[in-house]
């Protein structure tokens, strides 16, 4: 009965503080346990009645055997620390990686990781989930939270780096305590780090900036943002007039072409440029004597440190705040005298311990509670500046008795999961509020929620086994996909435990329970479920009146999120008659599968499709903007370079605009291809071997990558030769959500030093970095070889969202221990501890015996937090016949198959937003309706629903 009284006040503050739809799917990676409490009310008491075992792993050794030496010292004493550590629920795994001084950084970096694996229920059994959302991290000489060593920032922003959880508190000499800081644990769910800081006493590693400093530094940047403004806009002013005496030549002899193109093009073309010249201008002269006002401040106002947050009022603007609030940033830069630099670079000069934790689950919340139980910050602390610890750990339980002074976090965000059963205490903060919910008479109520479907397919669902409620969602024009209220009539008692299931559902669908099973009255008025298509055929036209199939239709791209997860996807296809494309150059098409609705992009202003190829669309994280390349020269106005060119379509104007523009606001000379818009639909990055694009010279090089700032029109290059300050090549680029991080393949050996395997490499470009960063390096830290490839093979990567995680495939040989099978597979890449694993090997760790991915070097797929890879593959051994697609999750290193059919052809894989939806081409109908195939026999591009995050339709 525990566990069932844990759970009912976990629901109930789920109720009370439910407030979006991605809050109430937050929480999906323990479904399992879910169905199992519903036949074992004690699941979470025998859960936590499981006593687990401190393990070690593995351990990447990456730096000099003298200073291996020195930081395995600290890291054993600190494995030592938790010798009295007793494991409830989990199964904790040690880990450690360990390297030498990089670049700008005076002391060798090292960190330990203690993952809990955990346990839940499968009838009367308890099973390892393998889930990596709750852990202890160690950091020495380094604070994940704010850059320590590097002073480069962009002058397009603050100036200044920002400490991101915000203001510590020093509790003891020389540890410093944060308030707990919100983060995302993966799978939608919402979680916090609870972080500590060890420095020398008194001291920090960085140094606060002053607002005298931001403001002074701010009118600078800005200033030069200004003059760069200026500049732009005049250029794009006199474009016009370039554009103009170029069609006085063209149109010399045709007085009739020449005053269209005046009236069509020139005169609205330029009145536009001259229009947004004075409000772009004035927007920054408005901002620069906002500067001089916050200057003029007292002296004792500007020397307080900087806090600061985006105005409301002047987007270029910045306010100060006296105290942490949403979207405040703590402004600091590097504190260079902090290091002894007399000292080995192994000697720890600052330690950071954090520990992961979801405060609505359990098994997370008693491992914050034991492991903080086991850290003894004094004697933590003693490392600092030492060759070696103190070998007595006396007061390790005694000094933690600081953690009850300390505020914990901010308000936690409930989860809505029902796999999770209680809520936690932990030391320090107040259990989650709870409010019942009443009926009239207090004594029964009715189940009642939400079921999302598709339209006219009946759903019986049931509860307790039985009392079964048949729904079929409503269907009408435009109209594919819904969400129904659900209310059973049978009403169930006070403190009568339910559970609802999805009884009968077509064979062709899938189906999950995110919420729905408790005790009442605790969440009987939330009950949250979701049906969808095993394989719903994507490539049809509005109204299904043509079809497109697996050889006609290619590279599909997935957005929608918040509520729209996958319900948009742009393809490209050359069908004829398919929304009104004549079959004669393959266009660019985006359907919202919720309408019904699927339009060409690819047209011109007046409504005619592209008269040359399109290819390689990619859409934004809400799907409502698209990116693509082509060789049509009539999809906006002046296009007579005769390239390739990169284009974007907004779904709110339904317009296209040009995005690959040279730096006078004209066309490129040469072309531009393989486009990748950012989640947040603000950056595009594209290769172009152009001279035009940007102020940097392309040099020697044959083609480089470009990122495009679709809101201020800058572009600039970013494959850049450090040493000769000119293009170095680069192609096939991805981008992060905020297109702040991209990655990209290059053969060139001059863009990072040390560069000596003469192959291409995977590089990595992030915003507040001066220069890029090899991360297609073994897991050992080493160069790869060759495998069997050529040195030159051009490979696309694949960066995830949130920019931790990079996929590629390779077919070299020493990647990873034991890859054997001389084929090629796909690697994921932890960008901030340069982990490597590999994706394409057999759930019991065995190589593959087919490539992955079938094409060389094509991209895989990969979710915004980089839990799910998608990837087709030529291998037998991954749970699939040959031409598959498979779906890896890197947390449990396990996988599934996505598709499992014969004989056929499989295309390119895209993943939606949390790993909902699989989207790939197949050569055979999946999409089997009433047991007949919906569509042409040839297959099509088809949407695989995964259960894995929310639906198409889950909102609130």
């Not at 560069?755 to 470009?765: Q, T």
Request: hydrophobic content about 35%; proline content about 4%; some cysteine.
């Amino acid at each position: 009965m525990g566990a069932i009284l844990r759970m009912v006040k976990f629901l109930i503050s789920s109720i009370n503080n439910i407030h979006t739809m991605k809050k109430i799917l937050s929480t999906l990676f323990v479904i399992t346990c879910f169905f199992a409490a519903a036949q074992d009310d004690d699941c979470m008491d025998r859960i936590m009645a499981k006593q687990g075992q401190l393990t070690k792993a593995s351990e990447t050794v990456r730096s000099t055997a003298a200073e291996f030496a020195i930081q395995k010292k600290f890291s054993t004493a600190f494995y030592n620390m938790l010798s009295d550590y007793q494991p409830r629920g989990v199964e904790p795994r040690w880990s450690g990686g360990f390297s030498s001084p990089q670049l700008k950084r005076p002391v060798a970096h090292a960190t330990n990781a203690l993952y809990a694996l955990k346990y839940h229920c499968e009838g009367s059994k308890l099973a390892l989930d393998h889930e990596t959302n709750t852990s202890l991290k160690i950091e020495y000489n380094n604070f994940s939270f704010t850059e320590l060593y590097d002073t480069t920032t962009d002058y397009q922003l603050t100036g200044y780096l920002s400490l991101q959880p915000g203001l510590p508190e020093e509790i003891k000499p020389g540890v410093w305590k944060f308030k707990d800081m919100w983060t995302g644990l993966g799978f939608g769910i919402e979680g916090f780090h609870r972080i500590w800081l060890f420095t020398y006493p008194g001291q920090v590693p960085w140094s606060y900036v002053t607002r005298r400093e931001f403001l002074v530094k701010r009118k600078r940047n800005l200033q030069r943002q200004y003059a760069d403004a200026k500049k732009q806009t005049q250029e794009a002013i006199d474009y016009w007039d370039k554009f103009k005496k170029e069609k006085e030549k063209e149109y010399a002899n045709d007085a009739v072409k020449m005053a269209n193109f005046m009236s069509g093009y020139y005169n609205p073309g330029l009145a536009e440029a001259k229009a947004k010249q004075p409000k772009i201008l004035g927007q920054y002269e408005a901002s620069l004597e906002r500067l001089d006002e916050q200057l003029a401040a007292p002296a004792e106002e500007l020397e307080k440190k900087a806090i600061v947050i985006r105005s409301q009022k002047n987007a270029l603007d910045y306010d100060f705040t006296d105290k942490m609030e949403p979207f405040a940033e703590v402004l600091t830069k590097p504190n260079p005298s902090y290091f002894k630099r007399d000292l080995s670079s192994a000697v720890p000069q600052v330690i950071t311990a954090f520990i992961t934790y979801d405060p609505k689950d359990l098994r997370s919340s008693s491992f914050l509670d034991d492991i903080e139980k086991q850290l003894d910050l004094t004697y933590i602390q003693s490392f600092i500046g030492k060759t070696a610890p103190s070998t007595s750990t006396e007061n390790k339980v005694a000094q933690n008795s600081t953690s009850t002074n300390n505020t914990n976090p901010v308000s936690t965000t409930p989860s809505t999961n029902n796999s999770i059963k209680t809520v936690a205490k932990n030391s320090t903060s107040k259990p989650i509020p709870t409010t019942a919910v009443q009926t009239s008479s207090g004594k029964t109520v009715f189940l009642s929620g939400t079921l999302s479907a598709p339209a006219g397919v009946p759903i019986t669902l049931s509860y307790n086994g039985g009392n079964d409620l048949t729904i079929t969602p409503p269907k009408g024009a435009n109209n594919l996909y819904n969400t129904s209220p659900i209310k059973f009539t049978k009403p169930i008692k006070e403190n009568e435990a339910y559970n609802v299931t999805l009884k009968k559902i077509a064979s062709n669908m899938t189906g999950v329970v995110y919420k729905g099973n408790g005790k009442a009255p605790d969440g009987t008025d939330n009950i949250k479920t979701a049906v969808d298509y095993k394989y719903e055929l994507v490539t049809r036209s509005t109204g299904d009146k043509t079809f497109s199939t697996f050889y006609e239709s290619f590279t599909p791209a997935v957005g929608g999120y918040n509520g729209e997860e996958g319900r948009y996807v742009v393809f490209v296809s050359h069908t004829k008659d398919f929304e009104g494309g004549n079959g004669k150059f393959r266009q660019v098409y985006w359907r919202d599968r919720n309408t019904g609705i699927t339009k060409m992009i690819s047209v011109s202003p007046t409504g005619e499709q592209g008269n040359g190829n399109c290819a390689e669309p990619s859409i934004s994280a809400d799907g409502k903007t698209v990116v693509f390349e082509s060789s049509a020269n009539n999809l906006v106005a002046g296009d007579n370079n005769n390239f390739k060119d990169v284009f974007l379509w907004r779904a709110a104007t339904n317009t296209i605009e040009l995005i690959s523009k040279s730096t006078t606001g004209g066309a490129a000379d040469a072309d531009c291809f393989d486009a990748c818009i950012s989640g947040n639909g603000a950056f595009v990055v594209f290769t172009s071997s152009a001279t035009n694009l940007s102020t940097t010279p392309k040099g020697k090089s044959v083609a480089n990558v470009f990122l495009r700032d679709v809101i201020t029109g800058k572009t600039e290059m970013i494959s850049v030769d450090p040493v000769q300050k000119a293009g170095g090549n680069g192609y096939k680029a991805s981008i992060s959500f905020d297109g702040s991080r991209i990655s990209f393949c290059s053969p060139s050996n001059t863009l990072v030093a040390n560069d000596n395997n003469g192959l291409w490499d995977i590089f990595l470009w992030q915003k507040e970095k001066s220069s890029l960063k090899r991360i297609s390096m073994t897991h050992d830290g080493k160069e790869r070889n060759g495998g069997g490839e050529s040195a030159s093979r051009q490979v696309s990567s694949a960066i995830s969202g949130n920019g931790r995680y990079v996929a590629f495939a390779t077919t070299a040989s020493n990647m990873v221990p034991n890859d054997n099978n001389n084929f090629q597979d796909v690697f994921v890449v932890d960008v901030e501890t340069g982990k490597v694993s590999v994706a394409s090997f057999t759930n019991d760790g065995q190589p593959s015996n087919g490539d992955s991915p079938i094409s060389q070097g094509d991209r895989v797929a990969i979710s915004h937090d980089g839990t799910w890879i998608a990837f087709p593959t030529k291998a037998t051994n991954l749970g699939a016949q040959s031409s598959n697609i498979i779906l890896y999750n890197t947390q449990t290193g396990k996988s599934q198959a996505v598709t499992d059919t014969r004989g056929s052809y499989v295309g390119r894989p895209a993943i939606s937003y949390s790993g909902s939806y699989i989207i790939f081409g197949k050569s055979e109908p999946l999409d089997q309706r009433s047991g007949v195939a919906f569509g042409e026999s040839g297959g099509g591009i088809f949407a695989h629903f995964t259960g894995k995050g929310p639906c198409r339709d889950c909102k609130e």
